[in-house]
C-alpha cells in the first residue's frame, strides 16, 4: 500500500527567516504560484538548484553585510 500524502496550505507569516527566504527567491523567479499551488516536488531540478543557489547567494551577502556592521561597531 502507498500513502498519500495531503497537502498542506503553507502560513507564510509562521516561516522561518531561511525558509521565507526560499519563498522570496522563488517569486522572484516566478515560480511562488506554481510552489503553491503544486508544492516544491512540482520544480525541475535546474529551477530548484537555481532557488537554492541564490538562496545561498543572499545568505553569504547578508552575513557580510553583518560582518561589515560588527567591524564598523568597533572602529
Known amino acids: 500500500m502507498t500513502k498519500v500524502k495531503t ?7 509562521k516561516l522561518g527567516p531561511d525558509e521565507l527566504l526560499k519563498y522570496e527567491v522563488a517569486a522572484e523567479l516566478g515560480f511562488f504560484d506554481q510552489v503553491m499551488k503544486n508544492g516544491w516536488q512540482s520544480l525541475t531540478a535546474k529551477e530548484t538548484g537555481r532557488i537554492g543557489g541564490l538562496v545561498a547567494k543572499k545568505k553569504r551577502m547578508r552575513d557580510k553585510d553583518k560582518n561589515q556592521e560588527k567591524i564598523s561597531n568597533c572602529l
Open 7 to 13: 497537502k498542506k496550505k503553507v502560513d507564510l507569516t
